[in-house]
Nanobody
């Protein structure tokens, strides 16, 4: 059983920055791919960024050049550095891991971009 706990959300003005964290626990492994998703009101959950254990990353087009996903394997933690935030980035952000064919989700953290 893997537990994922996100933190770091909040209210920020357009153009501002936030850093989200997701701490994983409960598994002896730390070699799984981890992802950040987001879900805006009335919209489907969207994959934002992915990172492999080795640090390879991919991003949805709308955040390329603004968001950076990273991980600290020693701490079993991933991060999402979000810069140049836009109102369209407003959503609940979820951390995800798939371990041994089971999907695990964090509880979500709200990010609101508004003046």
């Amino acid at each position: 059983q893997v537990q994922l706990v996100e933190s770091g959300g909040g209210l920020v003005q357009p153009g501002g920055s936030l850093r989200l964290s997701c701490a994983a626990s409960g598994s002896r492994r730390n070699d799984y791919i981890m992802r950040w998703y987001r879900q805006a009101p009335g919209k489907q959950r969207e994959l934002v960024a992915t990172i492999s254990r080795g640090g390879s990353t991919t991003y949805v087009d709308s955040v390329k050049g603004r968001f950076t996903i990273s991980r600290d394997n020693a701490k079993n933690t991933i991060y999402l550095q979000m810069n140049s935030l836009e109102p369209e980035d407003t959503a609940v952000y979820y951390c995800h891991a798939r371990v041994d064919l089971t999907n695990y989700w964090g509880q979500g953290t709200q990010v609101t971009v508004s003046s």
